[in-house]
């Protein structure tokens, strides 16, 4: 298999739990940001984005918080099921740059 | 959305020679990035291909070892310059359209 992932973080869920994934960034000028989910040897997927001027926001099965204060942003993804296991990274934006910069990312492990 | 093909897939290389990449989109696109992803490792900027002009490039990477190409709005390649086996990677290019996507990305292992 792809080496993506050995060394990352993980968290290891039960089927049907939620699952929470957190980032934290260190841009205040960031205005963008971007979850992508990255499955063995594939490209990043994207999976929802927000934007500095919302605090949530809401797809199918997933939910990113950004919480600005802290610079910490978060992915939700409920009733976590196997084909979810994957590496997720967040990636933050701004407009003064406009390529992303990506954190350091999170292996989700997900249990049948 | 942006489809976005590369080829080749994955290649193994000798020391010393060179590979150039190639990302095709299926749509026009003003921004086009190059990365790269080291073995266990999150995704690096290497440089922003800029259609008609020359790239611009982060920090650490330089024309000489990567130069790039981006003739026009839909396609651009990557070479990866006199190969030692720390360039062994995947290399991913990306396209910012509605959002950022990313291509499925080359193999690269040098020996």
């Known amino acids: 298999g792809e080496s993506v992932g050995l060394h990352l973080p993980t968290l290891s869920v039960q089927e049907g739990d939620n699952s929470i994934i957190n980032c934290a960034y260190s841009?205040?000028?960031?205005?963008?940001f971007i979850w992508y989910k990255q499955e063995s040897g594939k490209g990043p997927q994207f999976i929802i984005d927000?934007?500095?001027?919302?605090d949530k926001r809401q797809g199918q099965r997933v939910t990113v918080l950004l919480n600005k204060t802290v610079k910490h942003l978060s992915l939700q993804i409920a009733a976590t099921q196997p084909g979810d296991s994957a590496v997720y990274f967040c990636?933050?934006?701004?407009?003064?740059?406009?390529?992303?910069?990506f954190g350091s990312g999170t292996r989700l492990q997900v249990q049948p | 959305s942006a489809v976005i093909s590369q080829k080749p897939s994955r290649d193994i290389c000798q020391r010393g020679t060179s590979l150039t990449i190639q990302c095709q989109v299926d749509?026009?696109?003003?921004?086009m990035f190059w990365y790269r992803q080291q073995p266990g490792q999150s995704l690096t900027l290497i440089a922003t291909?800029?259609?008609?002009?020359?790239?611009?490039?982060e920090s650490g990477f330089v024309i000489d070892k990567f130069p790039i190409s981006r003739p026009n709005l839909t396609f651009s390649t990557l070479t990866v310059s006199n190969m030692s086996p720390e360039d062994s990677s995947i290399y991913l290019c990306?396209?910012?359209?509605?959002?950022?996507?990313f291509g499925p990305g080359t193999r690269l292992t040098v020996l």
């Open positions: 291909a800029n259609q008609g002009s020359e790239a611009t490039y």
């Open positions: 749509s026009q696109v003003t921004m």
């Open positions: 990306s396209v910012r359209s509605d959002t950022q996507y």
């Open positions: 841009n205040s000028a960031s205005d963008y």
């Open positions: 990636a933050e934006n701004n407009t003064g740059r406009r390529a992303l910069t």
């Open positions: 927000i934007r500095s001027n919302m």
